[in-house]
Structures are given as C-alpha cells and as structure tokens.
T-cell receptor, first 116, second 116 residues
C-alpha cells in the first residue's frame, strides 16, 4: 500500500485564485511528520511547510497552509492568492517517528499550472 | 549562507562505466541523505548518514551503489557498471538533527544522470 497518495496528477488554476492540493497518508505510527515540497522546472526541491502529528493547530507559512485532518489521514496544501511563480510540481511527504530524523517518503506529486 | 551543492549537475555516461557524484551539505548539518528521482515520480530514499556513519540503506541501493561520507562533511555516491535503469536525478539533502530543531531537509539541485 502506498504511504502517500496524491490523486491529482495535474491542476490548472487561474492566477490569484486559491488552490488546494490533496494528500492522504497511511501510517500506524502515532508520531509522524508531514511535509510539502515544491519542485520547479529547475529541479531543486524547496521545503514549504511542516506539520507534526501532535501539533494542535494547522501549520501556516505565508501563503501556504496545511489543512491537517488527522482522523481522515489527510494533509492538503492550500495556496492562497496563487501566482504565476507557483507553477511547479508539488510533493507531499511523510516521515514516521517525529523524533527520528529518518527518511522521507514522497508521493508522486501534483503538477500545478497557474494560468494568467 | 550557502545551500546544499551537488556536482556535477549533469552526467552522460555509457552503460558499464562507473560514475561518482559529490554532495556538499549545509555546513552545520550533521545528517546527509541521498534520494533518486525518476521521471514522473517523487524522490525515493537511498541512504543517509549522521556525521560519517551510514545509518540506513534502502533496498533500492544495489551492490553496484556505494556512498561515503568520510569526514562527516561532503559525501560521494558511486555507481559501478551503470545500467540504463540507473538514469535518474540523484538528489542530496541535509538536515540538522537534534531535539527541538526543525525537521526539514534541505535539498540540493540534483545530478541528472543519463546512461546511454
């Protein structure tokens, strides 16, 4: 079974609109961390946001917020007021065991296209 | 403040040749990771080091792959007798591991390997 599932291979969104990228995860470990990374065409993975499994509030970083629904094992990324520069691949990822900086398991990604 | 750097950025080699990639992490980071990313997929974990110790290796890392981090600073990833299936982007990441510090891994720009 896949640990990280991103069901949207591609999305097209009008500039300045908000966008939600879906992510569900599967783990039996009570302690885990969830990440979102952005990968532009240049190839570099850029860290966006982190949510720990015990965090009570949803993580936010500027225009990025993580809609964490623990019971549903869902960790959707919300980008408010999208910009042309947001066009990229977005990966949801998980690390199991929040106090162990262990390997990160990535989903297959969603390619986001922002339309002018 | 320099980020993670990787050299070379691109490598084209013939099947059967050996190749070596280098990764220089962020200077104060004690953990270093190698990932492989094939077209249309998210990165897959290969191995990671804490200082000079190699703590975990993925089953993806066949006997033809070897990684070192001899002085706990830069790391090398060598692939012997390359095969066409080794064609991929090889990503390096680093992080500072310890209690109470952020958990994100910072990625380098990657080395794109093409085996002909």
């Amino acid at each position: 079974a896949q640990k990280i599932t991103q069901t949207q291979p591609g999305m097209f969104v009008q500039e300045k609109e908000a966008v939600t990228l879906d992510c569900t995860y599967d783990t039996s470990d009570p302690s885990y961390g969830l990440f979102w990374y952005k990968q532009p065409s240049s190839g570099e993975m850029i860290f966006l946001i982190y949510q720990g499994s015990y965090d009570q509030q949803n993580a936010t970083e500027g225009r990025y917020s993580l809609n964490f629904q623990k019971a549903r094992k869902s960790a959707n990324l919300v980008i408010s007021a999208s910009q042309l520069g947001d066009s990229a691949m977005y990966f949801c990822a998980m690390r199991e065991g929040v106090n162990r900086d262990d390997k990160i398991i990535f989903g297959k990604g969603t390619r986001l296209h922002i339309l002018p | 403040d320099t980020g993670v750097s990787q050299d070379p950025r691109h490598k084209i080699t013939k099947r059967g040749q050996n190749v070596t990639f280098r990764c220089d992490p962020i200077s104060e980071h004690n953990r270093l990771y190698w990932y492989r990313q094939t077209l249309g997929q998210g990165p897959e974990f290969l191995t990671y080091f804490q200082n000079e110790a190699q703590l975990e290796k993925s089953r993806l890392l066949s006997d033809r792959f070897s990684a070192e981090r001899p002085k706990g600073s830069f790391s090398t990833l060598e692939i012997q007798r390359t095969e066409q299936g080794d064609s991929a982007m090889y990503l390096c990441a680093s992080s500072r591991w310890g209690t109470g510090v952020p958990y994100e891994q910072y990625f380098g720009p990657g080395t794109r390997l093409t085996v002909t």
